[in-house]
């Protein structure tokens, strides 16, 4: 499916011409805060998706911010962190079905801990340590699988700014997270997937190929995870986002995805959840 931008990321964020902090400062955070703490794989792979996600909250300076799919926090307080820099009244609404307040065993990279020994802490506990506290005050956690998350918090999750979806990757979540985030959103808006995989057939492409390229003006962002896999002895496809914005659409958007479908797809997908909750 044909993109009206395709860009490598390190160029995106040079193109959004704001002040950033350095790379190292960003490498730190992911080392502490990693994607996949249970898992021994680097945790330096994909961390450039902070630096994105800081620019672009530095540039367009969103209110509210939806994200689902919070893992440990990473890409939420590199949001935040941005939105303490340049002093933005805003409130970033994170979803994970992880609980947030129970302790798991991590090895840690900080200066106090060089040698990587396990410790016993929760994601709570892990963002009191050592994120800056100004930025958790701009953070909502809300735990649970994001149906039944964003169900439970309607009227507090109103216009939307900004979304950015990064949750359970089959074609059923996905699909309902974009539309239900329609749902959320503001008047004007900006929206980026993560884990586009090119000449994939499910999933986060099928979502965009099929729902969204053919309405909006896509940004394909070329990221170097495949690389940063490769380097450390892993085999992965190629893993690039999705930057959309609400002024590019080619039609009004109770036109284009009307309530009826929203709904529809919604409630559909509920009951997959349902189902995929028994499993586990």
């Not at 704001?18 to 190292?24: A, W």
């Not at 950015?164 to 997937?193: K, M, P, Q």
């Amino acid at each position: 499916m044909p993109f009206l931008d395709s860009i490598k990321i390190d160029q995106f964020i040079n193109s959004l011409n704001v002040q950033i902090p350095s790379k190292e400062k960003f490498l730190q955070l992911t080392r502490i805060f990693p994607i996949y703490p249970e898992l021994e794989s680097d945790p330096i792979i994909n961390y450039e998706r902070g630096i994105l996600l800081y620019s672009l909250i530095a540039k367009y300076r969103p209110k509210n911010v939806l994200e689902i799919g919070t893992a440990e926090g990473y890409s939420t307080l590199c949001m935040a962190w941005a939105m303490t820099d340049y002093n933005i009244n805003g409130r970033i609404f994170t979803i994970d079905p992880k609980p947030f307040d129970v302790p798991i065993k991590r090895e840690i990279t900080w200066e106090e801990n060089p040698e990587h020994d396990p410790t016993l802490l929760s994601t709570k506990e892990l963002w009191n340590k050592f994120a800056d506290k100004e930025w958790i005050k701009k953070i909502e956690v809300l735990t649970g699988f994001s149906g039944e998350a964003l169900q439970k918090n309607t009227k507090k999750l109103l216009k939307m700014d900004m979304g950015f979806i990064d949750g359970h990757h089959a074609y059923e979540s996905v699909i309902h997270d974009f539309y239900a985030f329609l749902r959320t959103a503001s008047e004007n808006f900006y929206l980026l997937f993560d884990d586009y995989i090119p000449n994939e057939i499910d999933g986060v492409t099928k979502v965009i190929d099929e729902e969204v390229v053919t309405n909006f003006d896509v940004t394909l962002i070329k990221t170097n995870a495949k690389q940063q896999r490769k380097e450390v002895g892993e085999t992965e496809n190629e893993l690039d986002m999705c930057w959309m914005k609400s002024s590019s659409l080619k039609k009004p958007l109770q036109e284009i995805y009307p309530k009826s479908k929203s709904e529809q797809i919604i409630s559909k997908y509920l009951k997959w959840e349902k189902r995929w909750k028994r499993r586990k």
